[in-house]
């Protein structure tokens, strides 16, 4: 069993940056796949980003492409995500899931792929 906790989110102008971080607890020694995900009111769950678990491997939505970085750190079971250039659209509830996989170089962007959810934390950001 993994718990993810995210922070990080808050309340920035246009153009502003913010760093997202999920933190993993539980039974963090397996190797898990990370991806971040974003939910806006009144709209469907959108993929954002995802990370293997050895950290190589990325892959990123079109809309962030260029704007945002994902990463980890695997000593602190922590996985980041760099939010620049930010702009009003980006406002959401922005979540980070988990999945347990064999393969180092394995990324996953669909919600269906992931078996631990955290929370989330908000993201606005004013024009």
């Known amino acids: 069993q993994v718990q993810l906790v995210e922070s990080g989110g808050g309340l920035v102008h246009t153009g502003g940056s913010l760093r997202l971080s999920c933190a993993g607890t539980?039974?963090?020694?397996?190797?898990?796949?990370i991806g971040w995900f974003r939910q806006a009111p009144g709209k469907e769950r959108e993929f954002v980003a995802a990370i293997s678990w050895s950290g190589g491997s990325t892959y990123y939505a079109d809309s962030v492409k260029g704007r945002f970085t994902i990463s980890r750190d695997n000593a602190k079971n922590t996985v980041y995500l760099q939010m620049s250039s930010l702009k009003p659209e980006d406002t959401a509830n922005y979540v980070c899931?988990?999945?347990?996989?064999?393969?180092?170089?394995?990324?996953?962007?669909?919600?269906?792929?992931?078996?631990?959810w955290g929370q989330g934390t908000q993201v606005t950001v004013s024009s």
């Open positions: 899931a988990a999945r347990l996989t064999s393969i180092r170089t394995f990324y996953y962007v669909r919600g269906g792929d992931y078996t631990y």
């Open positions: 539980g039974r963090t020694s397996n190797n898990y796949a």
